[in-house]
């Protein structure tokens, strides 16, 4: 998988389609030379771009190293290479360190942890082989380590950089990336655009797609969190490639605090892409004889278009990045609380809810905020956490023992990172907040940020949360955080290093989770930020699912859902039936359309089903008991974009096992027209040697259903849905 040709200079590194080439360049840099379909070698010599180019700089005078006109694998500040540098450094006298230069490597089987970082994870007989280039600076001694993992079957390569100083003084990071590369920034004469998941809260991971021009374009986060705003991830691609065809070169940080990722493209005709922490706002003291480790990253290249990118990430963070006890596991479907009764509940109210969630099928109940301390709304309360006896005289074990006595699972909201201004814990210790110095700090949702760069706010927390996650018999625990962090400075750590603060809020988060589902192995964790506002890599490596979004209406989830789908699999989406009007968007929908949106993720329920009408119960139980039936398929089956919300009134997607033996189609309609009618969906997925039957028995051979497609219905009906399944067994 990773080889080095001595003769041609070159590092290899090979998946089983694809394969990744750097070049040593006058013994010193690194140049990045090709990342696409395998090639087993290439045979360009390094002088090719060695071009004396008016105003570029002789980085290895008199040798006639145009650094500036190559494209790199690392950039090296003050080299010539005015583009982002890979690292940037300073000697505690301030002079920066510019020197560093290739000097070995290391090729090791498997793959080693990140130690108190989120990475992609390694088990015993995978084919896995990690690549290690090592860079120095001979005058400063400090010690670069450029990690490439390849995962052969998955074709996927992860980055990440080690920094050392073996000096005896500090020095100063001033900016690290997680990855550097530069890339032709055309591919069969048509330039690369960016794609990207922007977006706000309730309308989160929405597909932007445009040309990249000259100069810098950046996806960021300055929010202590990775954000509704923007996902850390993007993809270069020319405007050709589709869903079905084309090529793609994308990028996904493991991280979910400040990040950046930005693309750089130059007079040369490339583009650098780089990756990682966000530099505004951050350094890092690193002390003498200590180290520092960026984040991963995940490099995905594709040739078989969108479709083929995302299912590549899908297998991938299904198999190699959530928790091992639930990356593969089928999810229960699930009742919350939430919309049904915000703050105004109790003990009866819930065991209500519960019961005839049971009566269709449904396998867990979990109750969501206020049930603790003095919170009947988000002004008080957050962060006491003891049971509010008034609402629940019986407390966690009396209302879960019940709950599991109607044969249900029972789960629990929690906001550890938070408090209200009421709270215990600030009163005895004020210093313990992020922002602590001012008088006055600024609140989100009436919410205070505890400092978990302080190492004794995370003992705390992890005292805490061990005795709430062991009252009751809990199975499921929704994990909140409902605001961005503004005062990213820590009272914990010295004037000189304030500016590591909110990358260590990170790591003490990191900690706290890790802990916590380490000690409760059974339960089943789901991230949550103001619905889909820190959906990462990060938090999925501790959370295996994450709540999507707080808009639950069933025509603007199928943006939401298409486009989380580009990176992120179904298993990890959230997706619930609210009430009508909707609590967000007052729209009103039919249940079906709601259900079989929600069906195309981890399916729950946000409301009282003592509430609604016979006919909508009659669809849900329907609905509960197809889910069930095909629930393997849809959770872990491959999913593929079949129409576009983004380009037009009808939206469809497919689940489809490996074998190509069964699928289910979905469709959805927007806005209905007079007349439209004759409407195919092609499904070039399916094996077209193989004769396909749907539920009704009815033959279709698989040629047919790839190059002609299944006829829909006339949909002359706003908000329509429906779907299809086929099998071939």
Same mark, same amino acid.
């Given at each position: 998988?990773?080889?080095?040709?001595?003769?041609?200079?070159?590092?290899?590194? #090979?998946?089983?389609?694809?394969?990744?080439h750097?070049e040593i360049?006058?013994?010193?840099?690194?140049?990045?030379?090709q990342?696409?379909?395998?090639i087993?070698?290439?045979?360009?010599?390094?002088?090719?771009?060695?071009r004396d180019?008016?105003?570029?700089?002789?980085?290895?005078?008199?040798n006639?190293?145009? @650094?500036?006109?190559?494209?790199l694998?690392?950039?090296i500040?003050?080299s010539?290479?005015f583009?982002?540098?890979?690292v940037s450094?300073?000697s505690?006298?301030?002079r920066p360190f510019?020197?560093l230069?290739?000097?070995d490597?290391?090729? =090791?089987?498997?793959?080693?942890?990140l130690?108190?970082?989120?990475?992609?994870r390694y088990?015993?007989?995978d084919?896995v082989e990690t690549?290690?280039i090592f860079?120095?600076d001979?005058e400063s001694?400090?010690?670069?380590e450029?990690?490439y993992?390849?995962?052969?079957d998955?074709?996927v390569?992860?980055?990440?950089m =080690?920094?050392s100083?073996?000096?005896?003084?500090?020095?100063?990071?001033?900016s690290?990336?997680s990855f550097?590369l530069? @890339?032709?920034?055309?591919?069969?004469g048509?330039d690369?655009?960016?794609i990207?998941?922007?977006g706000?809260?309730a309308r989160e991971?929405?597909?932007?797609? /445009?040309p990249?021009?000259k100069?810098? *374009?950046t996806?960021?986060?300055?929010r202590? @969190?990775?954000?509704?705003?923007l996902?850390?991830f993007?993809?270069l691609?020319?405007?050709?490639?589709t &869903?079905?065809?084309g090529e793609?070169?994308?990028?996904s940080?493991?991280?979910?605090?400040?990040?950046?990722?930005?693309?750089?493209?130059?007079? *040369?005709? $490339?583009?650098?892409?780089s990756g990682?922490i966000n530099?505004?706002?951050f350094?890092w003291?690193?002390e003498?004889?200590?180290?520092?480790?960026?984040?991963?990253a995940?490099?995905v290249?594709?040739?078989?278009?969108?479709?083929?990118m995302?299912?590549?990430?899908h297998k991938?963070?299904?198999?190699r990045?959530l928790?091992?006890?639930?990356?593969?596991?089928?999810?229960?479907?699930?009742? =919350?609380?939430?919309?049904? *009764?915000?703050f105004?509940?109790?003990?009866?109210?819930?065991?209500s809810?519960?019961k005839?969630?049971?009566?269709?099928?449904?396998?867990l109940?979990?109750?969501?905020d206020?049930?603790f301390?003095?919170?009947?709304?988000d002004?008080?309360g957050?962060?006491?956490?003891s049971?509010?006896?008034?609402?629940? %005289?019986?407390?966690?074990?009396?209302?879960?023992s019940?709950?599991?006595?109607n044969s249900?699972k029972?789960?629990?909201?929690? #906001?550890?990172?938070?408090?209200?201004d009421?709270?215990k814990?600030?009163?005895?210790h %004020?210093?313990w907040?992020?922002?602590?110095?001012? &008088?006055?700090?600024?609140?989100?949702?009436?919410q205070?940020?505890?400092d978990?760069?302080?190492p004794?706010v995370?003992?705390?927390?992890?005292?805490?949360?061990?005795d709430?996650f062991?009252?009751g018999?809990?199975s499921y625990?929704?994990?909140?955080?409902?605001?961005s962090?503004?005062e990213?400075?820590?009272?914990?750590?010295?004037?000189k290093?304030?500016?590591?603060?909110?990358?260590?809020?990170?790591l003490?988060l990191?900690?706290?989770?890790?802990t916590?589902? *380490?000690?409760?192995?059974k339960?089943?964790?789901?991230g949550?930020? /103001?619905g889909g506002g820190r959906?990462?890599?990060?938090i999925?490596?501790?959370?295996?699912?994450?709540w999507?979004s707080?808009?639950?209406d069933?025509?603007?989830?199928?943006k939401?859902?298409?486009?989380?789908?580009?990176v992120?699999?179904?298993?990890?989406?959230g997706?619930h039936?609210?009430v009508?009007?909707?609590?967000?968007l007052?729209?009103v929908?039919?249940m $079906?359309l709601?259900l079989?949106?929600?069906?195309?993720?981890?399916l729950g329920f &946000?409301?009282d089903?003592n509430?609604?009408?016979?006919?909508?119960?009659?669809?849900?139980?329907e609905? @509960?008991?197809?889910?069930?039936?095909h629930?393997?398929?849809?959770?872990?089956g491959e999913f593929y974009r079949?129409?576009s919300?983004? =380009?037009?009134e009808?939206?469809?997607?497919?689940?489809?096992?490996r074998?190509?033996?069964?699928?289910?189609?979905?469709w959805?309609?927007?806005?209905?027209?007079i007349s439209?009618?004759?409407?195919f969906?092609?499904?070039p997925?399916?094996?077209?040697?193989?004769?396909y039957?749907d539920i009704?028995?009815?033959?279709?051979?698989?040629? &047919?259903?790839k190059?002609?497609?299944?006829?829909l219905?006339?949909l002359?009906?706003?908000?329509?849905? /429906?779907?299809?399944?086929?099998n071939s067994?």
């Amino acid at each position: 998988m990773i080889r080095f040709e001595e003769d041609l200079e070159q590092f290899i590194l #090979e998946t089983k389609n694809y394969s990744y080439h750097i070049e040593i360049l006058n013994n010193k840099y690194l140049r990045h030379i090709q990342w696409g379909r395998k090639i087993p070698q290439l045979n360009r010599p390094c002088s090719e771009n060695d071009r004396d180019l008016e105003y570029t700089v002789d980085i290895d005078f008199p040798n006639k190293v145009f @650094i500036e006109s190559h494209p790199l694998e690392f950039g090296i500040e003050g080299s010539g290479d005015f583009r982002r540098p890979s690292v940037s450094l300073n000697s505690s006298l301030g002079r920066p360190f510019n020197d560093l230069e290739y000097f070995d490597y290391k090729i =090791n089987k498997g793959k080693k942890k990140l130690i108190g970082l989120p990475s992609s994870r390694y088990n015993e007989g995978d084919l896995v082989e990690t690549l290690s280039i090592f860079l120095k600076d001979p005058e400063s001694k400090v010690l670069v380590e450029l990690l490439y993992s390849v995962f052969d079957d998955y074709d996927v390569i992860t980055r990440s950089m =080690n920094i050392s100083n073996t000096s005896n003084e500090a020095v100063d990071i001033n900016s690290i990336m997680s990855f550097s590369l530069d @890339i032709p920034s055309a591919t069969n004469g048509e330039d690369l655009g960016l794609i990207s998941l922007e977006g706000s809260w309730a309308r989160e991971r929405h597909i932007e797609r /445009g040309p990249l021009r000259k100069g810098k *374009t950046t996806i960021s986060s300055n929010r202590g @969190i990775s954000s509704h705003i923007l996902n850390p991830f993007c993809c270069l691609a020319p405007k050709s490639t589709t &869903e079905f065809i084309g090529e793609s070169w994308s990028f996904s940080l493991i991280y979910s605090g400040n990040f950046m990722l930005e693309m750089e493209k130059s007079f *040369t005709n $490339n583009i650098r892409v780089s990756g990682g922490i966000n530099p505004e706002n951050f350094s890092w003291t690193l002390e003498e004889n200590s180290s520092f480790q960026t984040p991963e990253a995940i490099l995905v290249y594709s040739d078989e278009g969108l479709n083929g990118m995302s299912n590549i990430y899908h297998k991938f963070l299904r198999d190699r990045l959530l928790p091992k006890e639930f990356g593969n596991s089928e999810r229960p479907i699930l009742i =919350n609380n939430w919309e049904s *009764t915000y703050f105004d509940f109790d003990h009866d109210k819930i065991i209500s809810i519960s019961k005839k969630a049971k009566e269709v099928g449904i396998e867990l109940c979990v109750l969501d905020d206020g049930w603790f301390g003095d919170r009947d709304g988000d002004t008080k309360g957050l962060g006491n956490w003891s049971v509010n006896k008034d609402k629940l %005289p019986k407390g966690l074990e009396g209302l879960s023992s019940e709950i599991n006595q109607n044969s249900m699972k029972f789960g629990l909201w929690v #906001e550890p990172e938070m408090v209200n201004d009421d709270a215990k814990i600030i009163k005895e210790h %004020p210093d313990w907040l992020l922002g602590a110095y001012k &008088e006055n700090p600024v609140r989100g949702r009436n919410q205070l940020v505890l400092d978990l760069a302080n190492p004794e706010v995370v003992d705390w927390l992890i005292e805490t949360f061990t005795d709430v996650f062991s009252w009751g018999n809990i199975s499921y625990i929704k994990w909140d955080m409902n605001r961005s962090i503004t005062e990213q400075f820590s009272e914990h750590l010295p004037p000189k290093r304030k500016k590591e603060s909110s990358h260590r809020y990170v790591l003490g988060l990191y900690r706290l989770m890790d802990t916590l589902v *380490t000690k409760f192995p059974k339960i089943l964790f789901e991230g949550c930020s /103001g619905g889909g506002g820190r959906f990462d890599p990060g938090i999925l490596f501790y959370m295996p699912q994450y709540w999507t979004s707080d808009n639950t209406d069933g025509i603007a989830r199928l943006k939401i859902q298409y486009g989380t789908s580009l990176v992120y699999p179904i298993i990890t989406m959230g997706a619930h039936v609210s009430v009508c009007p909707n609590h967000q968007l007052n729209r009103v929908t039919p249940m $079906n359309l709601r259900l079989n949106a929600a069906m195309s993720g981890n399916l729950g329920f &946000e409301l009282d089903l003592n509430d609604i009408q016979d006919s909508d119960l009659k669809i849900v139980k329907e609905g @509960i008991d197809f889910y069930k039936k095909h629930r393997p398929l849809i959770q872990l089956g491959e999913f593929y974009r079949l129409r576009s919300p983004y =380009n037009g009134e009808l939206t469809s997607w497919m689940f489809i096992n490996r074998e190509k033996t069964e699928f289910i189609l979905f469709w959805f309609v927007d806005r209905g027209e007079i007349s439209y009618y004759n409407q195919f969906i092609k499904l070039p997925y399916v094996d077209e040697n193989k004769n396909y039957r749907d539920i009704d028995e009815k033959s279709i051979s698989g040629r &047919e259903l790839k190059f002609k497609g299944v006829k829909l219905p006339m949909l002359n009906n706003d908000n329509s849905s /429906g779907y299809f399944y086929f099998n071939s067994k």
